[in-house]
């Protein structure tokens, strides 16, 4: 206002040269910004789905929406609002059709970013939304037809846009430069992190290094004491509590070091192993109930595309959760709502998929068996279904060779091999005759396949009723167990097994030649009763949970764009209430592990074997 004299002179000189005066941008910028917040309004007014997030995306920051847990929760129930609007305007008489688009956008929302927020308790109610027939008489959304939600909504909106679009109104350069300079001090603050963890590092680098260093000296003294105790030499209780002081001295205050008895036996040991012992794990998220009986139903009356699409989730879920509790919670809430409708009295169940005409349906039917074999409770689950081993076994000899379903139904029959009555009914089966016709052309197998079916052989020809004519370990394994029959012993002599045998222990393989002798030694015993515990109930299935990689490799079933598939299937199509049935896990007894000079003596998989090798 100071300065209106000027700014006459500035317009005459202008127009007298023929310059344009170009418009002040605050103020059409503002009056922009202003318009795009009546067009969202009244778009939100109207329920105009289409107009309201058409202009959502382009004013609305990305960052803003995809990082402010506020904004999404916004955003979800803008979503619920444009879904349920023909119901409330028009309730009893709204255009189903239109009613029916919407649905699928809030369905298609969902499956996309919506997703994001299904592991949050507010907005899980919610996921059923689209599978409700009337939701203005379901008691889980009476609140979104009540009179003061709509302007409860409309408020927060409206605020939301006065502080997002007046910030998104300022000049581009200034918004550049202004992300600059944050990401600047991003990289500060991240390069501070950075340098506290490196100098933590070498602080526990050194550490390290002193305590190693500390170790070997003591091994040494240790070891001169061990050479001293050969010639007579007797090791003094002060001696010993010096050297356990040095060796506790990093790890525990001098106080305490100073003051534990370390002369009482057991006392450093105790200690030691307590230093090394795990932590134990933090508590991890439970993963949402299920609705099962929709589930099961799917899996029996469904497209053979969905019958795949749920059998893949399913196993996903039981393998990609984190080992111990959540696992046991999956695991428990498949056993406890009968997933392979162990109990059902129907004809067509989901086991019964094993029989279907789609070779993907048949392969991950078998991959999630698999699965349930992995774990010891799954094993007793599936121990408990009389069909099921008919249904493999069938599979086994009906399967093409190389089929990944075959390979995944003989390794669940290795795992449940671990248990004495699956070994009974495999034997009676005659299992193990299929077995060694199928190793005699070993040739054709794969490394896998022909890895569990000789552990199968093994297990199977560790009861008496399976010693008959059977990689080392298994092989040695069933014929140390077959040998303890007499007349079997008789026939290997004539048949100077010995002899064959020395050849082999001339390898440079001494864990080889000692399993060697045993059995030679087993050869010439003169024993005339077997394994004193082959038929009794014991079970040995005391193997721990191992759920191995293999059980998800070459998945051959893939989503289209848009499908659904995995968790995001489960928890968007079957939601339960309370699906989750806690259980105590049953505390598995650990068997005295065989010496690896020793053959095998006691069912094993694969995978467990290859544990203690390398241990």
């Excluded at 998220?285 to 589930?295: G, I, R």
């Excluded at 409708?341 to 279907?356: E, G, W």
């Excluded at 991950?364 to 009389?386: D, H, K």
């Excluded at 082999?504 to 030694?521: A, V």
Aim: aromatic residues 8%; proline residues 5%; glycine residues 4%.
């Amino acid at each position: 206002e100071e300065f209106e004299e000027t700014v006459h002179s500035f317009d005459r000189e202008c127009k007298r040269r023929g310059r344009v005066i170009p418009k002040l941008q605050g103020s059409t910028g503002d009056s922009k910004t202003h318009e795009i917040k009546k067009d969202l309004l009244r778009s939100f007014d109207d329920g105009d789905q289409k107009v309201f997030f058409e202009l959502w995306t382009e004013n609305i920051p990305s960052e803003v929406k995809n990082k402010d847990g506020e904004v999404q929760s916004l955003e979800f129930y803008l979503y619920i609002h444009f879904t349920i609007y023909p119901l409330r305007t028009h309730p009893g008489r709204h255009d189903q059709a239109e009613f029916e688009e919407r649905i699928s956008h809030f369905k298609q929302y969902l499956e996309t970013r919506g997703a994001a927020l299904s592991q949050i308790a507010e907005f899980l109610p919610y996921y059923a939304l689209p599978f409700v027939p009337n939701p203005t008489v379901h008691p889980s959304f009476k609140g979104l037809f009540q009179d003061s939600w709509i302007p409860h909504l409309k408020d927060k909106l409206e605020q939301f846009l006065s502080v997002t679009l007046k910030l998104s109104s300022s000049p581009r350069l200034l918004s550049l430069y202004v992300s600059f300079i944050m990401a600047m001090q991003q990289l500060q603050l991240q390069l501070v992190q950075s340098e506290r963890r490196m100098a933590s590092y070498v602080r526990k680098f050194n550490k390290m290094q002193a305590d190693y260093h500390n170790l070997i000296g003591i091994t040494a003294d240790l070891v001169d004491s061990l050479e001293a105790t050969v010639s007579g030499k007797m090791i003094s209780p002060e001696y010993l509590q010096t050297v356990c002081v040095r060796l506790f001295s990093s790890q525990m205050r001098q106080s305490v070091v100073q003051s534990t008895d370390f002369t009482r036996p057991g006392t450093a040991s105790s200690m030691l192993r307590a230093s090394i012992a795990p932590q134990r794990s933090k508590e991890v998220p439970m993963l949402p109930s299920l609705d099962y009986e929709k589930l099961k139903k799917d899996l029996v009356e469904g497209s053979d595309r969905l019958r795949s699409l749920l059998l893949q989730a399913l196993r996903w879920r039981l393998t990609r959760s984190l080992p111990g509790e959540q696992r046991d919670m999956v695991l428990q809430a498949y056993i406890s709502n009968d997933l392979l409708d162990h109990y059902s009295t129907t004809q067509r169940t989901v086991l019964h998929l094993m029989r279907s005409k789609n070779e993907i349906v048949r392969q991950y039917m078998a991959r999630l068996i698999n699965a349930f074999a992995s774990l010891v409770e799954g094993r007793v689950y599936l121990s408990q279904t009389p069909m099921l081993l008919k249904l493999l076994t069938e599979a086994l000899r009906n399967e093409e060779k190389d089929s990944l379903t075959r390979e995944n139904v003989l390794v669940t029959l290795q795992k449940l091999s671990l248990r004495r009555s699956q070994q009974t009914a495999m034997i009676e089966d005659g299992l193990i005759g299929w077995l060694v016709d199928e190793l005699q052309d070993s040739d054709c197998l794969s490394d896998y396949t022909l890895e569990y079916s000789a552990a199968l052989l093994m297990n199977l020809c560790l009861r008496m009723k399976g010693c008959y004519h059977v990689i080392r370990p298994y092989v040695n394994g069933a014929l140390y167990s077959i040998l303890c029959i007499p007349s079997v012993r008789q026939e290997a002599k004539e048949m100077s097994v010995e002899e064959i045998l020395r050849c082999y222990s001339k390898e440079e393989n001494p864990d080889l030649n000692r399993q060697i002798e045993f059995i030679i030694k087993q050869l010439n015993s003169a024993e005339e009763e077997g394994p004193e515990s082959d038929d009794e109930e014991e079970d040995d299935d005391n193997d721990e949970d191992l759920m191995e990689t293999d059980l998800d490799k070459e998945e051959v079933l893939q989503p289209q764009p848009r499908e659904l598939s995995g968790e995001s299937l489960l928890t968007t199509e079957y939601l339960g209430i309370l699906t989750n049935m806690a259980k105590l896990k049953r505390k598995s007894t650990p068997l005295p592990l065989p010496s690896v000079d020793e053959p095998l003596q006691r069912p094993v998989t694969p995978s467990s074997h290859r544990n203690v090798s390398a241990v």
